[in-house]
């Protein structure tokens, strides 16, 4: 897979200021603010950034946390886990392998099957719904 690379320039006229925000500074969007926080349609969510696939809508569930979870990624490969200790406390920063952009975190208390959850913000994901 070929990472896509563009200048600052260009992501700040390609992506809303929000966007912007959250995808390439490693900002974070209000809890239970974001599109994609209680959606309960079935699809393929992608990257706002890039379009690469990272979730399945049956991989999510609601979590509480005030963002959109999934238990699993499509396929794990698509994603880059980083240590981030930027507030104080120990995170994994989850990374979009297609274009670098900041996704959310991981955390080890997710449900069966795998007790993982992905905390991603809605601004980073694009929903293709299923027809």
Known sequence: MDKI???DAEWRAELTDEQYRVM?????EAPFSGEYCSTKDAGTYSCACCGLDLFRSDGKFESG???PSFFEPLDGAHLIERRDSSVGMERVEILCRGCDAHLGHVFPDGPPPTGIRYCINSVCLKLEKDE
């Open 5 to 7: 690379e563009k200048s």
């Open 24 to 28: 390439r500074q490693a900002g974070t």
């Open 65 to 67: 946390c005030g963002w």
